[in-house]
C-alpha cells in the first residue's frame, strides 16, 4: 500500500478575504480515504471545487474557534451537503460556542438536513479516531493562546507494522490471512506455533503527523502539542516589526512561528492566515524572516498542495 497524506491550503488568509488570499481553511486526504477540513472560512466551497473535492466528501469539520473567518463558510457547506443529497454521517468537531451557533442558527439536525451530524464539542485536550483499521488516523485537540478560547489539531496517522519477508522465510512461513490477526493482536498460533510481532517485524508502529495551530499567540503551553510533527501548520499573521500589535491580537509573527517550530523539534514549518497587508511578493518577507530561525518554513498560498508520500 502506498502512504500519501495530501495537504491542500484551501484559504491561507487572515480577517479579510483577498483576490489572492480567502480565509483560513485547509483540506486534509489520505490513502485510507478520510477528508477533513480544518476550519471553513469564507470561500471554502469555491477553494474545495478548485482543489477537485466536492463539499459531499467531507468526512469531518473541526473548526478552531468562533471567529468569524475561520467558521464563515460552514453555513454554506452544509447548505451545499443538503442539496447535493448527501446521506453519510458529518462530524463537526467544535468549541461550545460552534457546536451551539450549528444546533440552534444552522439548525444542523438529520430533520433538516437529511444526514445526521455528530457534534463533538472541544473541552479542554481531547482526541478521537477518524477512520483506519490496521493504519489508523486519530485527531487531537489542544488549547491555543489567542484571544478567545481556540484549539490547534493534531491529525496522527498510526501505521501498521511492516512485516519483512527474510524473517518469514526464516521460520518457514508464507504471507496470508494470520498476518492480520498477528498485527491486531500480536501474537498468532500458525501450525501450531506461536508466532510473535516482534519475530516478524521490521518497523514498530510509525506515525505521520501533521498539526495546526489555528490563530495563536507563541506560548509554551503548546510547544508539546506540536512537538515531532513532520509538518506545521502555524499562524503567522504578521513580519516580525509588528510583533507588539500580533501579542495585542492573540497572533505570532512569522519568526515567533519559526521559533516555536526549532522549540518543538518539527519537520517541516508552513506559514499561514497572512495579514492581507502582506500582498504579492511582499509576502516572502515573512519566509525569510522565518527562516533565519527555522530554515525548512515554506510560506503558504491558496491552492497549494504539500504531499506526504
Not at 118 to 141: C, H, P, Q, Y
Not at 258 to 276: F, G, M, R, Y
Not at 282 to 303: C, G, H, P, S, V
Request: aromatic share 6%; proline share 4%; hydrophobic share 40%.
Amino acid at each position: 500500500m502506498r502512504y500519501r497524506v495530501e495537504i491542500v491550503m484551501l484559504g491561507t488568509g487572515a480577517t479579510i478575504p483577498t483576490r489572492e488570499r480567502l480565509t483560513p481553511s485547509i483540506l486534509v486526504r489520505d490513502w485510507l480515504g478520510s477528508k477533513v477540513l480544518l476550519d471553513a472560512g469564507e470561500g471554502a466551497q469555491l477553494r474545495l471545487s478548485q482543489a477537485g473535492a466536492s463539499p459531499a466528501s467531507i468526512d469531518l469539520i473541526a473548526i478552531s474557534h468562533e471567529h468569524g473567518d475561520h467558521v464563515n463558510g460552514l453555513p454554506g457547506l452544509l447548505q451545499s451537503m443538503y442539496i447535493g443529497g448527501r446521506r453519510a454521517p458529518l462530524t463537526l468537531i467544535a468549541p461550545e460556542s460552534i457546536a451551539w451557533y450549528a444546533r440552534e442558527a444552522l439548525e444542523a439536525s438529520e430533520e433538516k438536513l437529511g444526514f445526521k451530524v455528530n457534534i463533538v464539542e472541544i473541552r479542554k485536550r481531547g482526541s478521537m479516531e477518524v477512520g483506519g483499521a490496521l493504519d489508523k488516523l486519530t485527531i487531537k485537540w489542544f488549547p491555543v493562546c489567542h484571544n478567545i478560547e481556540a484549539y490547534g489539531f493534531r491529525l496522527e496517522w498510526t501505521l501498521r507494522p511492516r512485516i519483512e519477508e527474510e524473517k518469514l522465510e526464516a521460520l518457514g512461513l508464507k504471507p496470508g490471512p494470520w498476518l492480520r490477526e498477528l498485527i491486531e493482536k500480536g501474537e498468532t498460533t500458525v501450525e501450531n506455533r506461536k508466532i510473535k510481532l516482534e519475530d516478524v517485524e521490521a518497523r514498530k508502529h510509525a506515525k505521520i503527523t501533521v498539526t495546526y495551530t489555528g490563530d495563536t499567540s507563541p506560548c509554551e503551553e503548546i510547544v508539546k502539542d506540536i512537538e515531532k510533527t513532520k509538518i506545521l501548520i502555524h499562524d503567522s499573521t504578521y513580519s516580525q516589526d509588528m510583533e507588539k500589535e500580533a501579542k495585542e491580537r492573540g497572533h505570532s509573527t512569522s519568526k515567533q512561528a519559526a521559533q516555536q517550530a526549532a522549540k518543538a523539534e518539527t519537520e517541516t514549518l508552513i506559514l499561514t492566515h497572512i495579514s492581507a497587508r502582506y500582498s504579492g511578493v511582499e509576502a516572502r518577507k515573512l519566509q525569510k524572516e522565518a527562516r533565519e530561525t527555522f530554515r525548512k518554513t515554506i510560506l503558504a498560498w491558496d491552492n497549494m498542495k504539500i504531499i506526504i508520500p
